[in-house]
């Protein structure tokens, strides 16, 4: 496991999670942070791979 994360941090790439933590940080007061986290439960950071 330790490989994928250093792989990870050489490549520049975070995980979702990682990400979402990031934005939730990034709020300034309970009601942003509540903003936040709906945001993220309607998918802000899941990315599309069904491209039709």
Known sequence: MKITQTL???LGR???QS???SYLEQS???ADLERRQREIE???FQS???IY
């Open 8 to 10: 990870r941090t050489i």
């Open 14 to 16: 975070t995980s979702r």
């Open 19 to 21: 990400r979402e933590r």
């Open 28 to 30: 300034v007061s309970m």
């Open 42 to 44: 309607r998918g802000l």
């Open 48 to 50: 599309s791979r069904n």
